[in-house]
């Protein structure tokens, strides 16, 4: 059996109960090198075997998980933050289901929710924005047409922008095509939850001197729209005036 599984943001307590769980009883773990915190390693048993994915291809992933399938082991696949998200587990996923060998998927907490925390922020604010687009600039990797950050730019809505911090000049020149005022809120996050975790508050205008400035220019995620800095109404939720199926509204 194959365990992909979401190690969380960067903290090694903000790893799931059940992803601890698997990762303690593994025979084989293949994670993340890059990205996933060494520490979640420490609580493998004595003699798991451990391989770096960083210096794998596809074609070697997979043939690791073959062999530990074929020796009656248990294998975790681990990624940072939450796999679903950029994760890159749609392929491995389709090539274990073209071998028959069977898997299952454990969420984490993404990165996104992790430097939400760091800048004490909520991404959907009444009267603000009620929408979360999270995507990534074209890079190495093409994006649709319809999916530039350009064209997301203009709705408004909170943003959380992946893969993007060695690029930040460019994503400066998307958001401002895309209708984003300079004076936009932004803030850029570094490790997010980790020891070494660094918060920069900026604007639209000014990320990519921001980012240079903190010497930030890769394992961070940008964040930008009103819900950093906009004034904001309280949630009807919690309103004595608002009835909901647990009260009536005071009067």
């Known amino acids: 059996m194959v365990h992909f599984v979401g190690a969380g943001p960067g903290a090694a307590d903000l790893i799931t ?61 681990l990624h940072t933050g939450d796999p679903s998200l950029y994760g890159a587990i749609r392929e491995q996923m389709d090539a274990l289901s073209a071998r028959g060998v069977a898997f299952d998927v454990t969420p984490g907490v993404s990165s996104l929710f992790g430097a939400a925390a760091a800048l004490e922020a909520e991404f959907t604010l009444p009267g603000v924005s009620q929408s979360l687009i999270v995507t990534r600039l074209a890079g190495r990797t093409a994006v649709p047409e319809g999916e530039k950050l350009s064209r997301l730019a203009g709705h408004g809505a909170s943003m959380a922008v992946f893969l993007s911090a060695g690029m930040l000049e460019g994503v ?69 005036t608002f009835s909901t199926g647990y009260r009536e509204a005071k009067t």
């Open 17 to 77: 109960l059940r992803g601890a769980r698997l990762l303690r009883e593994a025979d084989v773990v293949i994670y993340a090198g890059s990205l996933v915190n060494p520490e979640l390693l420490h609580g493998c048993r004595p003699g798991c075997a451990l391989h770096d994915s960083a210096r794998l291809t596809l074609d070697e992933v997979i043939a690791l998980m073959e062999r530990a399938e074929a020796a009656g082991k248990t294998t975790v696949r």
């Open 172 to 240: 400066r020149a998307e958001l401002l095509e895309g209708g984003c005022a300079a004076d936009t809120p932004a803030a850029i996050v570094y490790k997010a939850t980790w020891p070494e975790e660094k918060v920069v508050r900026c604007t639209v205008g000014t990320l990519a001197e921001a980012g240079a400035a903190a010497g930030v220019s890769r394992t961070a995620l940008v964040l930008v729209g009103g819900f950093l800095d906009a004034p904001y109404e309280n949630s009807r939720l919690y309103d004595p």
